[in-house]
């Protein structure tokens, strides 16, 4: 039948590309000014209701998933993961950020610096995996960083390729048309397919590899011991602040998790394919590390570009455009690998109307959520073409701890309580072990912030807390659920570690990266409590409008029909 037949699959059909109203705000709250205004009016109400209340996990794995109108498609071995977890974290921390936190914060104790970040990552790793295994569902300073190196490449600064703007603040008025363009290529390529992405990224990281095995081998082969006589010339304290900053260099290796739906056997491949490719990756920043600092004396790094400055100094000056090469080609599928996660987050979240259901729809014929890597990827555009590096790079740690630490906080609740089934009693026991554990880590990771001296008496108060606590809830408080397929080890004490670390790094991070962190907390907040709430509030109630039971209606035929 044509396209005007007025027909269920029709108007199925023609949803995918349309943009009405139904498409943003189908739900009963928006349907007139009046109903906005009695659910405003019921906002403490639902709030309530939404944070007492989650969804089961067959809710989430069938209902929810359903809202895309197509199933993506799984295509994805362990294999595939390893090299997308690679692809999508070996970029612009190792290549950019390492030459900064050498020079004028960690010295050549950065190495040690990675391993601290590393051991956060690996914890939160752990955490993720249970949750993408469990329920299989679904960088704008990358870009920034690519012009950099690109720069090099054609032995330009990097700023001969950006507009700068005197009229603007320093942070934000040096423009990057480069990274737009990188994004927009990479964005193309997300749209297109999930394993032709993959394909590609498995390419590029080949590459990749070689090119750090290069650097790693070259620079230990000029290698200089008395680089490394002064190993940590800014204290311990240096070490954490560097720490707390090159988290920013695991960022990443969840967008390997948000492609559990599209893997073909998840309770395997996702634990092999995060692990795996996290233990590479650190390995692989310890020893760039390393051999970076031995090549030169730390003050001498360069803060843009070091690793190629670093070759030049030693005499080996073709090598920086090998090391440029490389490092275009690892944020290149940072950026990839990036966009094909940050684009699965938007669609689940828009699977359970926080954000406008437009963005959950999957493409029927690439299988790729396309509307939401359109949107994910120009909204980094954006971002990337008007601020610096640094800013960028706070900011993505901060974020990401925090989501980490809630990551592994949910991990334990999902262990330990079970609506209808946990009684009050544990469920309190829950609650306060729980509390004093975020309490200890908040007020060691404080003192550590506020303090300038290294006096350890508070430790000797908040580590045993976060201890007793930890332990309390191992025996004190009874499971309510264990994992069906794989299951996070050593719990609680993973995920009660997680937490600790990530809160500990992020009382590291300076004052105006928290400043900014709490704009953009308030802005999102202001969404939410307008919109997002009562959104997904209606949605859980089944509050519908007729757009979604149309699509609802819509899969419904179509899944009879195959």
């Known amino acids: 039948m044509g396209l005007d037949g007025p027909t269920g699959n029709e ?21 007139s000014w009046g109903n906005y205004v009695q659910a405003l009016q019921q906002t403490p109400e639902r709030f309530m209701d939404r944070v007492f209340t989650r969804s089961l996990d067959s809710t989430e794995l069938h209902e929810i998933k359903a809202r895309s109108q197509h199933e993506m498609k799984k295509t994805l071995s362990w294999w595939d993961l390893i090299w997308f977890g690679i692809g999508a974290v070996i970029g612009a921390g190792i290549f950019v950020l390492t030459g900064l936190q050498a020079r004028e914060v960690s ?39 690519w012009t950099s190196y690109f720069a090099t490449l054609c032995n330009h600064k990097p700023e001969d390729f950006r507009i700068i703007v005197h009229s603007m603040s320093e942070d934000y008025g040096h423009l990057d048309p480069i990274a737009v363009v990188v994004v927009c290529v990479i964005c193309v390529l997300a749209v297109l397919s999930t394993k032709g992405s993959s394909r590609f990224n498995y390419i590029a990281s080949i590459i990749h590899v ?40 695991y960022v990443g290796f969840d967008a ?45 790094i360069d ?13 080996m000056s073709w090598a920086k455009y090998i090391v440029a090469a490389g490092a275009l080609k690892g944020m290149t599928t940072v950026l990839l690998v990036s966009a094909v996660g940050q684009a699965r987050y938007l669609t ?28 994910m990827l120009s909204a980094t555009a954006i971002i990337a073409f008007f601020t610096e590096l640094d800013i960028l790079a706070n900011l993505l740690s901060i974020s990401t701890l925090f989501i980490f630490m809630l990551v592994a906080l949910a991990l334990l609740v999902r262990r330990y309580y079970v609506s209808g089934e946990t009684t009050t009693a544990n469920r309190n026991k829950l609650v306060a072990c729980i509390v004093l554990i975020l309490a200890s880590s908040i007020a060691t990771a404080a003192y550590w912030g506020l303090s300038d001296n ?24 009874p499971r309510a659920r264990n994992p069906k397929l794989w299951g996070v080890p050593l719990v609680p004490w993973l995920p009660s570690a997680s937490i600790a670390i990530n809160i500990f790094l992020l009382g590291s991070i300076d004052g105006a990266s928290f400043a900014r962190f709490g704009i953009w907390t308030v802005v999102l907040l202001l969404y939410y ?5 009562h959104a997904s509030y209606d949605t859980a109630k089944n509050k519908m409008g007729d757009g979604l039971k149309k699509v609802e209606e819509g899969v419904k035929v179509s899944s009879e029909a195959q």
């Open 529 to 533: 409590f307008f919109f997002g709430l």
């Open 11 to 31: 108007g199925v059909r023609r949803r995918g590309c349309s943009c009405t109203k139904d498409d943003f705000l189908p739900e009963e709250s928006f349907k």
């Open 454 to 477: 290294d006096d350890w008496i508070a430790y000797v108060i908040t580590v045993p807390t976060w201890f007793l606590a930890t332990l309390a809830l191992h025996v004190a408080v």
């Open 210 to 249: 070689i090119v750090i095995l290069f650097i790693i081998i070259a620079g230990f082969s000029k290698a200089d011991a008395k680089n490394y006589s002064d190993f940590m010339p800014f204290g311990i304290r240096g070490v954490f602040k560097s720490s707390a900053v090159l988290f920013f260099a």
């Open 256 to 300: 390997v998790s948000t492609m559990a739906e599209e893997t073909m056997n998840p309770a395997r491949d996702i634990p092999i394919g995060l692990v795996g490719s996290m233990v590479i990756t650190t390995a692989a920043y310890c020893l760039l590390a390393v051999a970076l600092c031995l090549m030169q004396p730390f003050r001498e």
């Open 348 to 375: 689940h979240i828009a699977r359970t109307h926080m954000m406008p259901p437009w963005l959950a729809q999957v493409n029927p014929k690439t299988g790729t959520p396309i509307n939401a890597t359109i949107v």
């Open 107 to 145: 010295g050549p104790a950065v190495v040690i610096s990675y391993v601290v970040s590393g051991i956060s990552a690996m914890l939160s790793v752990f955490c993720y995996t249970e949750f993408a295994v469990e329920i299989p569902v679904a960088g704008a300073a990358v870009a920034r960083s």
């Open 303 to 315: 803060v843009d570009a070091p690793f190629s400055v670093a070759f030049e100094a030693v005499g």
